[in-house]
Every structure is written in C-alpha cells, then in structure tokens.
C-alpha cells in the first residue's frame, strides 16, 4: 500500500492544486504533498522491500536510490518555489505547481516498477508533465523549445515503446511467468532469445538515450533547458534524465543477467565518449550560462553510460554519480534562477559582477563549479575516481586518459565563464529586484544539496553504501 500512496498521493494533491485558485493554498498543498512523499520515502529505508500490485512495483536497489533523489530534490524545489513564487509569477497559472506534483507521481512510478511496460508509462508521464512548464516567457523561442522537446521526446520514447515489444518477442511464453515483469526476465534471461534481446537494447539505447540527452541525441537538451523556468530545468536535468537512465538500466539488467556484456559495453563506451566530445566542444566559448549547463548534462550522462560500458567498478562509479549528478543540477539550476532574477537574463555578459550583487548565490555557483567538475572533496570526484580505477583495473587505460583530457578541457570552460561571472569587478547596472535581499526560501535549498554532495565525497553513510553496492551488482559492478 506504501508503494501505491507514493504513487498516488502526488497525483492526488495535483488535481487538488488545479482546482485550487489561491497561489497560497496551491503552494500549501505543494509543501505537503513533498514533505509526506519524503516520509513515505523514508519510511522504505526503514522496513524490507515492499512489493506491491502482483511484484508490478517494488523498491528494489536501483529504484529506491532514484527514488530517493527524485524525492530529495522535489523538497528543495517545493521549498525553492515559496521564494520564487514571491517575487515572481511563472505563466501556466493553476498548471505551475498541478504540473511540478503530476511530476513527482510520475517519476515515482517510474522508480517503482518493475514491469517494462508500466516503467515506459511512466517515462511518457513525465514528458507530458513537464512539457507545459517549459513555456514560460510565452514568445517564439519558447515555444520552439516546448515543440522539440516535445517531437524529440515522443521520438525516443516510440524506440522505446518499441524496445518493449521487442523484449517481449524475446521473452518466451512459459507457465508461471509474467510478460515483462523484471524478475522473471532477469531470472529467465538465459531462455531469452538472443538477437531479439539485442534488437531491443539497441532501440532501448537510442530511446530512453534521447530522454537521457546522449549526443547525438541531445539536441532538445540546449534549447529546452535554455528557455524553461531555471526551476524546471532543475527538475529536468537532476530528475528526469535520472528517470531516463533507469528506464536503460533495466534494459542493461536483462543484458547482464543474460551475460550479454560483451555486447552492450562497446555501445555505451562509443556513447559516453561521443557525448564528452560532444559536450567539450559546445562548453568552450559558451556565452550563455543555462547553455552551458545544458552541455554539462550532455558530459555527464555520457559518463554514465560509459562507467556501464567500462563494467566492474565502473558500475557502481555510475550508481553513485547519478546521486551526486541529480543532486548537484538540481542545485546549479536554482542557483541559477537566482541569478537570472536579479539580472532578467541568464547571458554571461548580463551576469558579471554577482558576487558584488548576490553574494550567496555567486558563492554557491562557484561551489558548484568545483563540485561539477569533479573537484575533491566533492561526491563527483568519488564516482569519476571509480569510473577511472575500473577502467585501470580491466586494461582500458586509454579510456581513463582520453576522459581525463576532456574534462580537464570542460574545467577549463566552465571555469573560464563562471568565475569571471562571479569575480568581474563591473556589470550591468542593477534594478529594484537586484538590490533587494536574496531570499531565504531561494538560498537554503540549494546550500542543501550543494552540502550533501560534499557530504557524499568525504562519508557514505553505511546504509547508502550497501544500497549502491547491491544496485551496481545488477549493472554489472562487483558482487556486494
């Protein structure tokens, strides 16, 4: 019954936001709806696995480690939005906050099947979610943003859909087995037929790959995070691309489960590099900063897969990044949205000097600056020190050194626009809104989630550690 309230209380509080008409009231139900979603979610680290609607859901490792980032990071953006919804209001009337709860019901289902097909439901509730909050300031490149977020989307989630079928073709008909129910096809791989199991990682890889915003396949990504509310953004980056790649995981599940690794590492390694590539090459010289947040994601969704594809320690170096990555976007974006409030615009040229203007917001960017590249002592350079041992440890030397060089590269962009964002003497003239106080509400939550990823650089609580230890095992990481 708990994995079905975490479902539906959300969903619940959404249809009550939209017939609410009250800002206040709506913000209400926002606040409660997440503080009750992260207790249920406690509540799961407390007691044994739950299963519920016949082993359709469940919190196995995998899905109760996004889970609990999906639900960590909707507080801070629940608590975010009082301080936003002060000072500014997001266009979508009842739609804003109706559409952040759909969300969470959304990406909470995702985390919590273990059927295929409900898990691509869940995936298909996200993008329609989140779709309308993308149109924010209501003009021509928003409404571009929204139209190729919405025609990639539908793309990657169909080559999805038709993973799904695929994996069901490979799965035989047999007594006491349900169709695409995980543990039977993990516990069945080795009946599984081979080339159709293959067929279907392949259209998994491109679908929930375009969800994730791998190069090639990231071209919503710029656009759709360059116009959306920084809030969204936020979402988006450290939650849904999370969802996207959980949705691949449990592709990669059957593949390793099958003992078909030889098969899928040289996809993801060709992956994770293009999009490194990628990813440096639209970092340099980047001139506006949500941008270049968005090209971040496309560099660290490439690591990810890439510690998949590197095997071993690699795996659990992608079970842990994608912790510290959810958590840290979701940071950078608000932060960001700070930022972009006191200026009207998120360009570089227009944000110099914020260190002068909102000192706590300019102090929490350039932490996060190190935090995203990977700096010790930071949670980041855990999970990339990970990636670099596995791929050491199993003869891959030249991937760990062509990674090397890039993200030093990125390290250099990223650095070269932020601190002369945060560090230039001038800038453009301030307004009202500028010189007023930076807001609690808009500081508090993003200092969180910057301190739990230093957190998780120094000390992983012994409860997190097992839990990462056994979700890396089914990606194919050492046995716990």
Known sequence: MLLIALVLVPAVAAAIAAALTARSRQVVVLLLAAAAHATMVATLWSRPAQVALAGWLADDSLGL???????????????????????????????????????????????????????????????????PLIYHRRDRRSLEAVWKYLVLSSVGIAFALLAVFLLATAQPSLPDTV????????????????????????????????????????????????????????????????????????????????????FIRPLFIAFGLLSLVVATAFIIGQ?????????????????????????????????????????????????????VLASGSSVAADLRGLLRRRPRSATLLVAGLFAVTGTPPFGLFLSEYAMFRGAVQNGQLWIALVVIALL????????????????????????????????????VGPAVLVGVVLLLGIYIPAPLQTLLASAAATLGGPTP
């Open 287 to 339: 001139s506006d900063l949500k941008r270049l947040l968005a090209y971040s994601s496309v560099e660290h969704m490439g690591l990810l897969v890439l510690g998949l594809g590197i095997g071993g320690l690699g795996a659990y170096g992608t079970v842990l990044h994608v912790l510290n990555n959810g958590l840290l976007k979701g940071a950078l974006f608000l932060v960001v949205g700070n930022l």
């Open 408 to 443: 030093s590269i990125i390290f250099v962009g990223l650095s070269a626009m932020i601190l002369d964002i945060v560090l230039a003497d001038k800038g453009p003239p301030g307004n009202d809104a500028d010189r007023a106080a930076e807001s609690g509400w808009l500081v």
């Open 65 to 131: 480690l996004i889970l609990t980032l999906e639900s960590a990071l909707f507080v801070v953006v629940a608590t975010y939005s009082v301080g936003l919804l002060r000072v500014e209001k997001p266009r979508g009337g009842r739609a804003f906050v109706s559409g952040l709860l759909a969300f969470l019901s959304a990406v909470s289902l995702v985390a919590l099947s273990q059927h295929v097909a409900l898990l691509w439901v869940g995936m298909e509730a996200t993008t329609l979610s989140v779709a």
């Open 179 to 262: 169709p695409l129910l995980l543990s039977d096809l993990v516990h069945g791989a080795a009946a599984l037929d081979r080339w159709w199991l293959r067929a279907a990682f392949v259209f998994a890889l491109i679908g929930f790959g375009t969800k994730m915003g791998l190069a090639p396949l990231h071209t919503w990504k710029p656009d759709t995070y360059g116009e959306a509310p920084s809030l969204i953004g936020g979402l988006m980056s450290g939650g849904l691309t999370s969802c996207a790649f959980l949705g691949l995981a449990r592709f990669t599940q059957v593949m390793v489960a099958a003992n078909d690794v030889v």
